[in-house]
């Protein structure tokens, strides 16, 4: 496989890479650094990846894996979960804010799932995988995802309503 060819393949899907480091790793560099990190290491192997059906699969995966070793390695020991690229610019000052303040308790809620109910929700709901694709990502079988997906989305459902019933969040 050249360069070209080699490129045609594992660009398509850079941005979804690059934002599932971002949110594992919370900071720019580290996800730029884990990025370089599986560039590399396709490049390395890109006789075995003309093999692959899925690519992006078997990417996200590595991604996955990568930034977990990160997040429990001493060096990135204060690293934590977030998602914060949400805006709407149309929406009026006191709305902006609201949303602000909802995407804070969302990711704060989001925070306390487990780490593979963290993941799952990432994958899904904000990277729109099919559940097919997550299953290989996570190594998982689809139906444990539709589960894992379900319980924390009803977790984070009862903790959000809660909240807004009382405007204390409950762990």
Request: proline content about 2%; some cysteine.
């Amino acid at each position: 496989m050249n360069q070209k060819e080699f490129l045609d393949k594992v660009l398509p899907f850079k941005n979804k890479v690059y934002r599932l480091a971002k949110r594992l790793l919370v900071s720019s560099d580290e996800a730029e650094d884990a990025i370089q990190e599986l560039y590399f290491k396709l490049w390395k192997n890109r006789t075995k990846i003309e093999n692959y059906d899925n690519v992006e699969a078997y990417a996200m995966m590595m991604t996955k894996n990568y930034c977990l070793d990160q997040l429990k390695s001493k060096r990135a020991s204060n690293l934590t979960l977030i998602h914060s690229n949400y805006k709407d610019e149309s929406s009026s000052l006191q709305n902006q804010v609201e949303a602000v303040d909802s995407t804070d308790i969302i990711k704060n809620m989001i925070d306390g799932l487990p780490e593979k109910q963290r993941m799952i929700i990432q994958l899904r709901d904000i990277e729109s995988y099919e559940y097919h694709e997550i299953a290989k990502v996570m190594e998982m079988e689809p139906t444990a995802i539709r589960v894992a997906l379900s319980r924390a989305r009803k977790t984070l459902r009862e903790k959000f309503i809660k909240q807004q019933n009382h405007g204390i969040i409950q762990n």
